[in-house]
């Protein structure tokens, strides 16, 4: 979608019960809601499985949405609620499983040694969030690397944005004192 007023379109067409205009919508986000739930989950499949799900319920939640909040917001929340769901019943199981090739994040440069390096940092950065508790993941994965603002990452996971500042302050601050303790033990 090139702009927020065509995807307004493009989302009442499909709260009308358009499902070429939904899957316009499913094309659209598809990308950032795998990487949220990849993140989230530390899962691939499980990532795929849970953004399926994320779009079926965002079907059949659709002719309720009122466009208060960006469609990508709502989406977000639906997606966070079901990973939530995901988490919840694999905590029942005692099985968690994390999959170390979950998204690759590297904007590799033409400097071999730097591309290594930057992927090694990648790789320890992916394996540090998945460690966090997954609130405090949540919070940090929409913010900083999906890139919502304080308020919209506050309304997709229900929260004030002071209570989501303080998650992601906890989030970021576990990881700083993580790598600073890898450092040292280097």
């Given at each position: 979608?090139?702009?927020?007023?065509?995807?307004?379109?493009?989302?009442?067409?499909?709260?009308d019960g358009?499902?070429?205009?939904?899957?316009?919508?499913?094309?659209?986000?598809?990308?950032?809601?795998?990487?949220?739930?990849?993140?989230?989950?530390?899962?691939?499949?499980?990532?795929?499985?849970?953004?399926?799900?994320t779009f079926?319920?965002?079907?059949?939640?659709?002719?309720?949405?009122?466009?208060?909040?960006?469609?990508?917001?709502?989406?977000?929340?639906?997606?966070?609620?079901?990973?939530?769901?995901?988490?919840?019943?694999?905590?029942?199981?005692?099985?968690?499983?994390?999959?170390?090739?979950?998204?690759?994040?590297?904007?590799?440069?033409?400097?071999?040694?730097?591309?290594?390096?930057?992927?090694?940092?990648?790789?320890?950065?992916?394996?540090?969030?998945?460690?966090?508790?997954?609130?405090?993941?949540?919070?940090?994965?929409?913010?900083?690397?999906?890139?919502?603002?304080?308020?919209?990452?506050?309304?997709?996971?229900?929260?004030?944005?002071?209570?989501?500042?303080?998650?992601?302050?906890?989030?970021?601050?576990?990881?700083?004192?993580?790598?600073?303790?890898?450092?040292?033990?280097?």
């Amino acid at each position: 979608m090139s702009g927020e007023p065509e995807e307004r379109a493009v989302v009442a067409r499909a709260r009308d019960g358009d499902a070429d205009a939904f899957d316009a919508l499913v094309r659209a986000h598809s990308g950032r809601v795998y990487r949220l739930l990849a993140r989230m989950l530390g899962d691939a499949a499980a990532a795929e499985d849970v953004a399926q799900e994320t779009f079926v319920r965002a079907w059949r939640a659709l002719p309720g949405f009122r466009g208060e909040a960006l469609f990508a917001t709502w989406l977000f929340r639906i997606a966070t609620n079901e990973a939530n769901r995901f988490l919840a019943r694999e905590a029942r199981r005692h099985e968690l499983p994390f999959d170390d090739a979950v998204v690759e994040v590297v904007d590799l440069s033409a400097d071999p040694a730097g591309e290594a390096e930057q992927a090694e940092l990648a790789a320890r950065l992916e394996q540090l969030l998945a460690e966090l508790p997954a609130r405090y993941r949540v919070a940090v994965v929409l913010r900083d690397v999906e890139g919502l603002t304080n308020e919209e990452a506050a309304g997709v996971l229900g929260l004030n944005v002071r209570n989501f500042k303080s998650r992601l302050h906890r989030g970021r601050m576990a990881i700083r004192q993580r790598l600073e303790q890898l450092q040292e033990d280097a």
